[in-house]
């Protein structure tokens, strides 16, 4: 196992497939139809699924800040971030496992709120009012697709627990007042701080087919020993006197049935379990920021 004196190998992660730079050009391009921007965050990685440049993309696009996954979060911790968000942007937290949530009916409300004066100034020209253009945007995995399928009451976008699910740009009807542009997530062509990328990685916002397992599954162990203890030691049923990240993986692959002939560890379903566990929602109650 490589390692530093962390327990991880803090290598810097960066992918930016080809897709995100159109995507970000045509969002560019498309900007002049939109009228409001959903910015949708990972409740879990408040800052790290934020995506850097957006103020450059949307210029001065109205924009309701949407945290979703927010089950899953330390509320404690999140709530500090909502509360500084707050400041600056008019914020939902939605519960999107709930297809009937009111919380969708309060996005839907404050949207109409806030472009009120869209349709008085067409009525003040003898214009008809027109449906409102909302744009979904937000980095891969974070909600956005299962978003507008909760909204419009249907399953009208493939959505997928991995990054890359959308793959083009597409618009949605999602009420009597509303239609919504869907868009592939998006990061940025380089993650400067190590600790984001690895948060995006661990999250899933990064495609899982490039990443090093060992590496982010140290990761992971090692930000819940640090943060998390007691969750960490409940889900894998290890009593944790001291942080030593080759015995916590032993201990899990003996809890987890990780074991090959002769008594030799699996690591690579070590990790995988680790990191599925943390995907799937299996380890709860933590962010990342």
């Known amino acids: 196992m490589n390692e530093n004196n962390n327990g991880v190998n803090k290598s810097v992660i960066n992918w930016f497939p080809g897709h995100m730079q159109k995507t970000k050009r045509e969002i560019s391009e498309k900007l002049s139809l939109i009228d409001i921007v959903y910015e949708v965050l990972d409740a879990r990685m408040p800052i790290s699924s934020k995506i850097i440049d957006i103020d450059n993309l949307i210029k001065d696009k109205k924009r309701i800040i949407i945290f979703t996954k927010y089950d899953l979060c330390d509320k404690e911790k ?31 409300d404050l949207t109409n709120n806030l472009l009120k004066n869209v349709n008085e100034v067409r009525k003040q020209k003898g214009l008809k009012p027109r449906l409102f253009r909302a744009i979904v945007i937000g980095a891969p995995n974070v909600g956005k697709s299962t978003l507008i399928n909760r909204i419009s009451g249907k399953n009208a976008l493939k959505t997928g627990n991995k990054a890359g699910v959308t793959k083009g740009i597409s618009w949605v009807r999602v009420s009597n007042t509303i ?17 984001v990328g690895l948060n995006l990685a661990s999250l899933t916002s990064i495609n899982e087919d490039i990443l090093d397992k060992e590496e982010i599954a140290s990761y992971i162990i090692t930000y819940l020993y640090n943060n998390y203890p007691s969750i960490l030691a409940d889900r894998y049923k290890i009593d944790i006197k001291s942080f030593d990240l080759e015995e916590i993986f032993k201990e899990i692959a003996l809890n987890t049935n990780s074991i090959l002939k002769g008594g030799v560890i699996d690591y690579n379903k070590v990790y995988t379990i680790i990191i599925n566990d943390l995907k799937e929602g299996r380890i709860k109650n933590i962010t990342f920021d």
């Open 179 to 195: 239609e919504l542009m869907d868009t592939p997530g998006i990061l940025y062509p380089k993650i400067e701080d190590s600790k």
């Open 78 to 108: 999140t709530d500090k971030y909502i509360e500084e968000y707050k400041k600056k942007y008019p914020i939902l937290v939605l519960d999107l496992k709930n297809s009937n949530s009111k919380d969708i009916k309060s996005l839907i």
